[in-house]
Structures are given as C-alpha cells and as structure tokens.
C-alpha cells in the first residue's frame, strides 16, 4: 500500500453475488447495474467480473458511461436509461447501446439520431408505474406505444424492451409494491394489444430487493444493483448470503500524545479525557468520507474499534488511541466485509442514518481502487 489510502475491491465477491443473483432470478436473465462508476468500485474491472460470472447485460445511468464501456472493449448488451436533450445518443446507437425512452419527445430525438446515423436504434419503453420519477404515466403510455410503433415501421426504432422501476421494494409488505406490479402488468397489456410483444421484447422490473424477495416481478430480465457490490438491498432481512466487495483502509499519517483536556479538530467537539494518543486518519469529506461521520462512526486500528474523535475535515479526521502503541504508517480499516471485526458499510450507513449506496459511491477518484482476485 503506497498510498495514503484504498479501496480494496475483491472481484471474487462480485463474482459471488452475481452468481447468487442468478440463483435467485427464477430463471429470468440478470442485468447488473454499474451506473456510478459501478456504484465506487470501478466501472471496467467490476463490469468484466460480473460478466465473466454470467451477467447477461449491463445497465448504466448515462450514455458516456456505456460509450466509456465500448471504449474500453466490453462487447455485452449495454442499457442506458437516462438521457437529456442533446447527448450524444447517435455515437450511442452506433456502438450498439440500447436507449431508454419515457416520452415522446425523446422518442422522436432517438429516432433522429437514428436517422442520422444510419442505424436502427433498439430502444426500451419506460412506464412509469407509480413511482413518478421516469417514466411514461399509463395515461400517456398509449401515445407512447403509437409513437414507437410509427418510428418502428419507419425502420428508426426497434422495441426491444418495456419496464418501470419500484419504488419501495426495499420495504417489505408495502401496498406500493403490489400497485405497481399491477400497473406494469397493465402497461404489458397495452402494449401487446399494440403490437408490441414477443419473445424480443424484454420485461423488466425488479431491482436487487424484487429479484432477493417478489419472484413474481422477475419476469424475462432483473436488474440488480447494490446486491450484486455485496450490500443486502434490504437489510432489516439480512444479508441473503451476499459478500461485501469493498474494503476502505487508510494508513495512519501520524500519531502523537496530548494532554487531558486538549480539543480535537474544528470546533472541539472532542475533548479529550485523559491523557492519551491520536492517529490522523487521511481521508475526509472530500474522499466521501461523510462529515456527519463526526464522533459517530468507528473503525478499526491496532485491532479494536476507534470512534472518529471530533470533527471529520477535508481530507483528514482523528481517532482517540488512548495507550496502544500505534504507529504512522499502521493500517486502519473504515469498513470491509467485517471478517477482522470491522464495521462494514450497512454499519456506517446504520450509523449515520443513511444506505450503504450513498457510502460506497461517494469515495472519490483520489482514493485509489486496488482490484483482489483479477483472473489472468
């Protein structure tokens, strides 16, 4: 380790949990989303993993992201599914991106692109099912469905797929899970009394939590994220078995006794109690280290659990020692799987009130990504 910090990303987890997302899929093909540079953990490394593991196809947010995926030789079907006016959605269609399209508007700059570009783009109808985010609403879902089917004959477009997204499958037993299966399976129905069904035209709706717990919204494909990183899409039922991929460590920077009573970092927060010793850990708000992480959260150093000791700063914060002889350079682990007894990252997110996908995708780019269990 010859940074000041890394996040350690083992590949044999992701590897693992993609074939446990399969297990649980109920037969229907895995996409893996890898939107957020692979939500922190490195979008080419960790896409090439999953596919190597049997992930049929992968989804990103933007289309830069799945250009990003072409350019660096990934050849699997790539879904991108949100794009504003002016993206460069014609480059897209020629490297053989699928595209996403929730309005008619947008429909129509696809088809342009198309046009343009001498290439038929292969497109998926978003409904919106009640989560009002994207989405068609079912009032404007049949406009939608004309408009794709005109594009469609015209050769501009092909419907490969129709989906929608939950909005609380993450809670067991809400109504909304049930009202929104429904409405897809209504928005399905227009669809086909449309003319636009068939074994090419993929179903999907279920994200990490549907694919782990509502078998019946699996459909033809599943979409699966924080799962497949290791992170239990609902944690209050446990971990279902999933491996955490990320480890975050940092290398002490120094230590150094100080006095009963001495304030630590901005506002002294932190007091100290007694005598004792403090290790400035190099990593802050500024690596995502979240500053509500102030006095709260807790790593691991000299194998015991250390509280953050005062305010957590750009790029720095501290930890109360007491007497144990660390030393600069000692390795400090802020979360991991939690097979040394650190905290893992549902832990952190547990404690400063947030979910583990807020935690691993805001490490920033100076924190390296070191990769465990490459295949060669």
């Not at 504003?84 to 700059?109: F, H, K």
């Not at 279902?240 to 120094?254: E, I, N, P």
């Not at 990252?345 to 979910?355: K, P, S, Y």
């Given at each position: 380790?010859?940074?000041?910090?890394?996040?350690?990303?083992?590949?044999t987890a992701i590897r693992h949990n993609v074939?446990?997302?399969?297990?649980?899929?109920?037969?229907?093909?895995?996409?893996?989303?890898?939107?957020?540079?692979?939500?922190?953990?490195?979008?080419?490394?960790?896409?090439?993993?999953?596919?190597?593991?049997?992930?049929?196809?992968?989804?990103?947010?933007?289309?830069q992201e799945a250009l990003d995926l072409r350019?660096?030789?990934?050849?699997?079907?790539?879904?991108?599914?949100?794009?504003?006016?002016?993206?460069?959605?014609?480059?897209?269609?020629?490297?053989?991106?699928?595209?996403?399209?929730?309005?008619?508007?947008?429909?129509?700059?696809?088809?342009?692109?198309?046009?343009?570009?001498?290439?038929?783009?292969?497109?998926?109808?978003?409904?919106?099912?009640?989560?009002?985010?994207?989405?068609?609403?079912?009032?404007?879902?049949?406009?939608?469905?004309?408009?794709?089917?005109?594009?469609?004959?015209?050769?501009?477009?092909?419907?490969?797929?129709?989906?929608?997204?939950?909005?609380?499958?993450?809670?067991?037993?809400?109504?909304?899970?049930?009202?929104?299966?429904?409405?897809?399976?209504?928005?399905?129905?227009?669809?086909?009394?449309?003319?636009?069904?068939?074994?090419?035209?993929?179903?999907?709706?279920?994200?990490?939590?549907?694919?782990?717990?509502?078998?019946?919204?699996?459909?033809?494909?599943?979409?699966?994220?924080?799962?497949?990183?290791?992170?239990?899409?609902?944690?209050?039922?446990?971990?279902?078995?999933?491996?955490?991929?990320?480890?975050?460590?940092?290398?002490?920077?120094?230590?150094?006794?100080?006095?009963?009573?001495?304030?630590?970092?901005?506002?002294?927060?932190?007091?100290?109690?007694?005598?004792?010793?403090?290790?400035?850990?190099?990593?802050?708000?500024?690596?995502?280290?979240?500053?509500?992480?102030?006095?709260?959260?807790?790593?691991?150093?000299?194998?015991?659990?250390?509280?953050?000791?005062?305010?957590?700063?750009?790029?720095?914060?501290?930890?109360?020692?007491?007497?144990?002889?660390?030393?600069?350079?000692?390795?400090?682990?802020?979360?991991?799987?939690?097979?040394?007894?650190?905290?893992?990252?549902?832990?952190?997110?547990?404690?400063?009130?947030?979910?583990?996908?807020?935690?691993?995708?805001?490490?920033?780019?100076?924190?390296?990504?070191?990769?465990?269990?490459?295949?060669?």
């Amino acid at each position: 380790m010859a940074t000041p910090a890394e996040a350690r990303v083992d590949l044999t987890a992701i590897r693992h949990n993609v074939a446990l997302l399969r297990e649980r899929a109920s037969g229907a093909e895995l996409m893996t989303a890898v939107k957020a540079d692979a939500y922190g953990h490195g979008l080419v490394p960790a896409s090439e993993a999953m596919l190597e593991a049997g992930a049929g196809r992968l989804g990103t947010a933007f289309v830069q992201e799945a250009l990003d995926l072409r350019a660096a030789g990934v050849t699997a079907p790539i879904l991108a599914w949100l794009i504003t006016p002016g993206e460069p959605i014609g480059e897209a269609i020629g490297a053989d991106v699928e595209v996403s399209a929730s309005d008619e508007r947008l429909l129509g700059e696809i088809a342009a692109a198309a046009r343009a570009t001498g290439v038929t783009a292969r497109v998926h109808l978003e409904a919106d099912t009640g989560m009002s985010r994207g989405g068609a609403p079912l009032a404007a879902w049949p406009g939608l469905l004309r408009k794709a089917l005109e594009l469609q004959a015209e050769g501009a477009v092909e419907v490969v797929g129709i989906w929608s997204h939950f909005a609380c499958a993450d809670i067991p037993g809400h109504p909304a899970v049930e009202s929104q299966t429904d409405a897809f399976e209504t928005a399905l129905k227009l669809a086909e009394q449309a003319g636009l069904a068939g074994s090419h035209v993929i179903r999907h709706l279920a994200n990490s939590a549907a694919v782990m717990t509502l078998p019946r919204t699996h459909f033809d494909m599943v979409r699966a994220g924080i799962a497949v990183y290791g992170l239990s899409p609902v944690p209050e039922l446990g971990d279902f078995g999933l491996r955490q991929a990320m480890t975050l460590v940092a290398r002490l920077a120094m230590v150094k006794r100080v006095a009963e009573g001495s304030g630590v970092s901005y506002g002294h927060l932190y007091v100290t109690g007694r005598e004792t010793t403090l290790g400035l850990v190099p990593l802050g708000y500024a690596d995502g280290i979240l500053r509500h992480a102030t006095d709260r959260a807790e790593v691991l150093a000299g194998g015991r659990r250390r509280r953050v000791a005062g305010r957590v700063c750009m790029d720095q914060f501290m930890i109360d020692v007491g007497d144990d002889p660390l030393r600069a350079g000692d390795e400090v682990v802020l979360f991991g799987p939690g097979d040394q007894g650190e905290p893992t990252a549902q832990e952190w997110a547990d404690t400063l009130g947030t979910i583990t996908h807020e935690i691993v995708t805001r490490i920033g780019a100076r924190v390296p990504r070191v990769y465990e269990g490459q295949r060669t």
